[in-house]
């Protein structure tokens, strides 16, 4: 079904992340995104999720493109969101996946995730051996980097679990270097309320003028700490139809961008991830970043 990567771990109680999480949520670090700090308990634990789980089984699809259409001069867009929205893409090959472990063992009961719950993704990958969690707080894996998208199937189900890898992030700090707005706060800690994605995705109020000429051309999300990191030498391109561009985004300049309709917004961004922002909200983002950019 596409996936590069799966990795299946004990459905339980994730110990080590509570305190991390509380303390990540009591310094104000989710900003406006409230619903960080919903069913913490749900969050924790998968049990709470499905009745009667036993194994998270997680998977990393990847999403490297293999043209970069954020080039130097332009206005940029995370390149998660170049294609079709992930979640239904992603959604739509687990609830084929579930069918076909149910057609194969019989009565499986299990639910199926993409980024659309309060579970742990990055540490239900981590301790299935996906990969580690990196000084950018994103799972970097050996053989393809940090590229990928990471789902879940939660179910009923026992099953041989693998284990947890090292970490191999080492003295590199290229990251923590490379952010503009300093939002990875120290090692492996991103203090969302400061990151270039957070302010022009999750962020409804106005962009704070503090952050004028540090967002270098980003107008939806942000790849800065992934660009820098050494391991996505090893990110390989796509095979995901639904994750190529629409045309005309390829071909949008920085006039293009400026002078943006709602109509050309809902035609090139009609089942992207962009939508989430909202006209509006890019518009905000455009005016933002063009007020303060320092490309000619």
Not at 66 to 94: C, M, Q, T, W
Not at 109 to 125: L, M
Not at 178 to 193: G, N, Q, R
Not at 205 to 222: H, N, T
């Amino acid at each position: 079904m596409g996936f590069d990567f799966c990795g299946i771990a004990k459905a339980e109680f994730l110990e080590e992340e509570g305190p991390r999480l509380d303390k990540w949520l009591n310094q104000g670090m989710h900003g406006q995104m409230s619903y960080m700090a919903n069913h913490f308990d749900k969050r924790l634990d998968p049990r709470k999720l499905v009745e009667g789980a036993k194994s998270v089984i997680s998977l990393l699809y990847n999403y490297y493109p293999g043209k970069e259409l954020a080039k130097n001069g332009n206005y940029k867009i995370a390149k998660y969101a170049y294609g079709e929205d992930y979640h239904f893409v992603i959604k739509r090959k687990l609830k084929t996946f579930l069918k076909l472990i149910q057609d194969e063992i019989g009565e499986v009961d299990g639910r199926v995730f993409v980024d659309s719950a309060p579970v742990h993704e990055r540490a239900w990958a981590k301790k299935s051996g996906l990969g580690w969690v990196g000084k950018n707080s994103l799972i970097l894996n050996k053989e393809k980097g940090s590229y990928f998208f990471i789902a879940e199937l939660i179910i009923d189900l026992e099953l041989e679990y693998d284990s947890a890898i090292g970490d191999y992030c080492g003295s590199c700090i290229k990251c923590i270097e490379a952010c503009p707005t300093d939002a990875i706060h120290t090692p492996y800690v991103v203090d969302a309320s400061k990151c270039i994605s957070y302010f022009t995705i999750e962020l409804k109020d106005e962009i704070p003028g503090a952050y004028k000429g540090k967002f270098e051309d980003w107008i939806f999300g942000c790849d800065i700490c992934q660009d820098v990191c050494p391991w996505n030498r090893f990110s390989q391109s796509h095979k995901e139809p639904a994750f190529e561009p629409h045309p005309d985004l390829d071909k949008m300049d920085r006039g293009d961008w400026e002078e943006l309709t709602e109509e050309v917004f809902r035609k090139v961004f009609k089942k992207s991830a962009v939508k989430r922002t909202k006209f509006s909200g890019l518009k905000r983002n455009i005016e933002f970043v063009k007020g303060s950019s320092k490309t000619p």
